[in-house]
């Protein structure tokens, strides 16, 4: 079990890589909100490889470390120990909640992309990688907290929560020559000044996120919860919207920038619409 300091580091990475994953967590149900920090700081760690290496065969070699730690862990018998704190608590959540092992492994896998900045061929490979990366982590948040809705509601909304986090960061992964996981099928993204991928993300967030809002009468509490995170999404589009593409509808802000939202803004968003029962 980790100790109460490495407990506080697994909380602050969780807090600064997937804040709203991380404070969706803190108001669950105290029997569920340990193990859903640490699936957010295992995500955390995963999106923060990139920063974290200057080449990227070392981001392979955290990478791959990961890979092997899971494989360890999932074994029969006793948990093998890795002597990472986040490792260690994280193989003994998954065994005690029944978690899919493949689902982490697609996450590692999907982080592999971040480390090349060579821009994908086609939409289908910027679908596949929000599901793995993102639709993932719904979908294992919601079987620690008890919820089970169609999987389809866990892959919309990790479409649209990844397509909003993807529009959110494009300028500055651009700008860098990092990976902006849009395809070339839409766009050169290194020739991209007209702002047509964060256009082409923020449509695809709009698209995904009206399944889940449809849903979200059917869907029980603890589901719910879990998607709060995508309650950040709809409020921030609008208003980065341009008057002439508005995914949204509404009243938009003039400029065609996405406008990242605050920590304060986005924690009082969260706090109102978890008050309000729903995302």
Not at 35 to 57: G, H, I
């Amino acid at each position: 079990m980790a100790s109460g300091e490495e407990r506080d580091e697994i909380r602050t990475v969780a807090r600064a890589f997937e804040y709203e994953r991380y404070l969706a967590a803190l108001l669950m149900p105290r029997n569920v909100r340990e193990p859903l920090v640490l699936l957010a700081a295992f995500s955390a760690e995963l999106r923060r490889v990139p920063s974290l290496v200057t080449e990227p065969m070392m981001g392979s070699i955290r990478l791959q470390w990961w890979r092997d730690a899971l494989d360890a862990a999932a074994g029969g018998g006793d948990v093998v120990r890795s002597g990472n704190p986040l490792a260690d608590a994280l193989a003994v959540t998954v065994r005690r909640h029944d978690l899919p092992w493949g689902l982490l492994q697609g996450m590692i896998d999907a982080a592999e992309y971040a480390l090349d900045p060579t821009p994908f061929q086609h939409t289908a490979e910027t679908r596949q990688y929000l599901i793995k990366r993102e639709a993932a982590l719904f979908e294992l948040s919601g079987r620690v907290a008890g919820a089970r809705p169609p999987r389809e509601v866990w892959a919309n909304a990790g479409l649209a929560y990844g397509a909003f986090r993807c529009a959110v960061a494009y300028d500055a992964a651009r700008r860098h020559g990092a990976q902006t996981f849009l395809s070339r099928e839409v766009a050169e993204p290194a020739a991209d000044e007209t702002g047509e991928g964060r256009r082409w993300f923020a449509e695809r967030a709009a698209e995904a996120l009206g399944p889940v809002r449809a849903a979200a009468k059917t869907l029980g509490r603890p589901a719910r919860r879990v998607l709060l995170p995508l309650a950040i999404i709809e409020p921030f589009l609008r208003r980065s919207s341009s008057a002439a593409e508005r995914p949204f509808g509404g009243r938009p802000v003039v400029g065609s920038g996405i406008v990242e939202p605050s920590r304060l803004a986005r924690a009082t968003r969260l706090l109102l619409r978890h008050w309000r029962g729903g995302f």
